[in-house]
Structures are given as C-alpha cells and as structure tokens.
C-alpha cells in the first residue's frame, strides 16, 4: 500500500488518467482517428474508472443500495474494465479499417476514370 492506496488501486488510477490524457491529447493534436464522440466517451468511462478507484467508498454505497454485494461489485467493475479496453481497441480498429476501404475505392475510381 503507498498512501494508504492498493497497488491495483493505483494501477487503475494511472491507467485511466493516462487514457483519458491520451484521448484528450489526441483530441486537441486534431488526429483523424480522435472524434468530439469517442473522446466524450472516453473522458466519462474513464472518469467513472478514476472516480470509483479514488473513492471505492461510493461504489460500495451505489452496490448496498442496489442490493449487490461487494465482491460480486469488485468483479463486475473489474469486468467493464477489460469490456470497455477492447471496445475502444475494436473501435480504433474499425475506424482506421474505414479509412483504408475509403482511400482504396477513390483509388479505385479514379483508377476507373481514367481507363474509360
């Protein structure tokens, strides 16, 4: 424990501020992959990540109040967690799929045109 803090604890919280810095980052270089939708996303998933690594207390009062036990809390925050990593992968992957299928059927077009 550093700062009274697991070690998981701060694996998370640093996971999350370098993914919400990474996407906020990407976000104002302008990239092409980096829209105001998948940052929005990404500043209030991993937000609800920081917060609750930061303030484990709320997540157990939000669980008592829902009726889940605490445990069964722990695996399913730590189930969104991977559930939501590879989405965001898949949906990078997607995007940059997009991009090549459209700069390869203007290629294609223009390779057409030229040949009529």
């Known amino acids: 424990m550093i700062f009274g803090i697991s070690v998981i604890r701060w694996a ?5 501020s370098y993914m919400i810095g990474r996407g906020v980052s990407r976000f104002v270089k302008k990239e092409t992959s980096q829209s105001f939708f998948k940052t929005a996303s990404t500043i209030i998933i991993w937000g609800v990540i920081l917060t609750i690594s930061l303030f484990p207390d709320f997540a157990y009062f939000v669980s008592r109040k829902l009726g889940m036990g605490s445990n069964l809390n722990t695996l399913i925050f730590f189930g969104f967690v991977v559930v939501f990593m590879i989405l965001f992968r898949i949906l ?3 995007e940059v799929l997009e991009r090549q299928i459209t700069t390869l059927t203007r290629e294609i077009a223009l390779r057409d045109k030229d040949k009529k």
Do not use: H, Y
């Open 92 to 94: 990078s992957i997607i």
């Open 12 to 16: 998370l919280i640093l996971l999350s």
